[in-house]
């Protein structure tokens, strides 16, 4: 029945797909904005204004309209997201969700008869993006590299030192599942999330997350890493496997089991899309150190991966045939965009310019390897939040998340403050020479009037680039 519906999908949507139609995806780990990109951007199709997003010359948006979308995936749930950042000037809450949008709209191009075209969005948790690499591999690959991975940063090394003792000594499974646990929950404490897969382990099947003032001991007892209690699994190293044949059974049924629920319906959905935006949060990065840079790249290069279609072109061949091959043709990626967000987090247009080039040096050797038309990087802020004030030391003024203790401040009494952000490198740091980053989270700044779209910058490229414009 599975393979019938992604079939059935397939097919639906590559002959939907020469009337007009785009699926586009936007891609990202936690916290890098996919969820505002998209409601500030649907905000500026429905209520056009070639002021405030200027899509070239005679070229104007007429109709928006959200439609019903063809896939099982929840609806993208814009209108409570437009209330949140209307209403209570604070940003939507975390993504819990896999959701979809489609839009309708009229596209107006100089003089010529107005175009109709429908765009497919989706949005999902961020959280999900560490599972990425479990979709082509098996369980005993996914294992290595997810070893790999830990043992290739010494952040990362030191925090599973607990686990990797236990695995060296046991072959209990509740003492393995545990210790991993435990791993997690110290990766999680450090803020070192992006990393953490299984992801339920972060957001579980229902959307509830740890709680916030928890402990690794805690979240350990409560939370799971795999789809129950009954269905979890680690990574074992290869000669662990060796020596653990019936444990490491179970782990593969549940493995499976997990990548198929959570992990192949999202990535179906990416891998059918025509283009892939990915969005990158270089200020927090820079935060976060080369740690993070590390998972952001690894990411970014598992989601770059989807675009490599030889694999979906053989399954699609298998499922309908060459006559249907023939119809409908496989899918393919054909154009990837790259795209720096938050850029009113930053003081200069220079700042500007080196978010674009730090994107561009993270992320252009596997866009270089890889099979699509076409690739490009921008820098955008789809709700500008700071303003630029002062002259000789560029300062920017706007409502801070956080006070000067790290103490969060409510919405309603945070009031505009001036401060002064980091300076963005031409380069990334070196290791040795990562200084610390300042760039403070701000409140939304947004018009009450619900027909007036946030303001933006750096938007309309991102949007002329897959409308073709």
Not at 1 to 18: C, D, P
Not at 78 to 98: G, I
Not at 133 to 145: G, I, K, Q, V
Not at 324 to 352: E, Q
Request: glycine share 6%.
């Amino acid at each position: 029945m599975r393979i019938k519906e992604n079939l059935l999908g397939t097919v639906y949507n590559r002959i939907r797909g020469r009337r007009g139609s785009l699926r586009i995806a936007i891609v990202g780990s936690q916290a890098s904005g996919k969820t505002v990109f998209l409601t500030s951007l649907i905000a500026h199709l429905q209520h056009h204004d070639p002021q405030a997003l200027n899509l070239g010359s005679g070229v104007e948006i007429l109709k928006c309209e959200i439609s019903k979308s063809s896939s099982h995936f929840s609806p993208f749930p814009y209108e409570y997201n437009r209330s949140t950042l209307v209403h209570n000037n604070a940003w939507p809450a975390k993504t819990s969700d896999v959701s979809e949008i489609r839009l309708k709209l009229d596209l107006k191009r100089g003089k010529r008869k107005p175009e109709q075209l429908c765009l497919e969005f989706l949005d999902f948790p961020g959280e999900r993006a560490a599972d990425f690499l479990m979709f082509s591999r098996n369980y005993s690959e996914w294992s290595d590299m997810v070893l790999g991975s830990i043992q290739a940063d010494r952040c990362y090394s030191e925090l599973a030192r607990g686990f990797n003792s236990t695995s060296e000594s046991s072959c209990d499974e509740q003492e393995l599942i545990y210790a991993y646990k435990m791993f997690l929950g110290e990766a999680l404490s450090q803020r070192y999330s992006r990393i953490i897969t299984p992801s339920v382990y972060l957001i579980d099947c229902r959307g509830k997350r740890p709680d916030g003032g928890g402990s690794p001991e805690s979240w350990s007892n409560e939370r799971f890493c795999g789809l129950s209690a009954a269905e979890q699994f680690v990574p074992l190293s290869e000669e662990e496997r060796l020596q653990n044949c019936v444990l490491v059974k179970k782990f593969e049924a549940r493995y499976r089991k997990y990548r198929n629920k959570i992990v192949a319906p999202l990535v179906h959905w990416l891998e059918d899309a025509d283009q892939m935006y990915i969005l990158l949060d270089i200020p927090q990065i820079l935060m976060g150190g080369f740690s993070m840079y590390n998972d952001e790249q690894a990411i970014a290069e598992r989601v770059l991966e989807l675009c490599d279609q030889d694999r979906g072109f053989w399954r699609q061949l298998v499922q309908v045939g060459v006559l249907g091959w023939l119809l409908v043709k496989p899918s393919r990626i054909r154009r990837v965009g790259v795209v720096a967000t938050k850029s009113d987090m930053v003081a200069t247009n220079n700042d500007i310019d080196n978010l674009e080039s730090l994107a561009r040096q993270m992320t252009y050797k596997k866009l270089r390897g890889i099979s699509v038309d076409a690739y490009d990087f921008f820098t955008c802020s789809t709700v500008m939040s700071t303003e630029l004030t002062g002259s000789r030391i560029p300062r920017l003024k706007g409502r801070l998340v956080y006070d000067e203790n790290g103490e969060r401040v409510a919405e309603k009494d945070s009031v505009p403050v001036e401060f002064v952000p980091s300076r963005v490198p031409e380069h990334w740091p070196k290791d040795g020479e990562w200084p610390g980053f300042s760039f403070p989270e701000v409140y939304p700044k947004i018009s009450a009037r619900r027909d007036t779209p946030p303001p933006q910058e750096g938007l309309e490229r991102v949007v002329k680039s897959f409308l073709g414009l």
